[in-house]
Nanobody
C-alpha cells in the first residue's frame, strides 16, 4: 500500500505564489508518474501537471508558464510551484502517483491519491 501526504495549500492573494509538496511512502518498488489534479466546486477533477520518473512534464493549458512541477526521486516527493495565481486557480489540489508496489516479494501496480489540500486565491 502506498500513501501520499500533501502540504502547502492555503490562502493567497491574486498574483501570489504557493508551493505544494506531496510525499509518497509505504511499500514502494518504483514510481513512474506523479502529478497534481484539482477540483473546483461544481466541476470535475482535472489534470494540472504531471511528471515522469525521467523528468518529462505535461501541463494543462490554463497553467502553462505559471506552474512548475518537479520531483525528487530519492525522496519519492513531487512539488508544484504555483506563481501568478488567479482566482480561477481556487480548488482542492490532489496529488497522484502511479507505479509498482512490493510486499512479501510480490509486485503490484498501484494508483494512489492524496487527501487533497485547499488552495484559495482571493483578495
Amino acid at each position: 500500500q502506498v500513501q501520499l501526504v500533501e502540504s502547502g495549500g492555503g490562502l493567497v492573494q491574486p498574483g501570489g505564489s504557493l508551493r505544494l509538496s506531496c510525499a509518497a511512502s509505504g511499500s514502494i518498488f518504483s514510481i513512474s508518474t506523479m502529478g497534481w489534479y484539482r477540483q473546483a466546486p461544481g466541476k470535475q477533477r482535472e489534470l494540472v501537471a504531471q511528471i515522469t520518473r525521467g523528468g518529462s512534464t505535461n501541463y494543462a493549458d490554463s497553467v502553462k508558464g505559471r506552474f512548475t512541477i518537479s520531483r525528487d526521486n530519492a525522496k519519492n516527493t513531487v512539488y508544484l510551484q504555483m506563481n501568478s495565481l488567479k482566482p480561477e486557480d481556487t480548488a482542492v489540489y490532489y496529488c497522484n502517483a502511479r507505479g509498482i508496489s512490493q510486499a512479501v516479494g510480490v509486485t503490484t501496480p498501484f494508483i494512489s491519491w492524496g487527501q487533497g489540500t485547499q488552495v484559495t486565491v482571493s483578495s
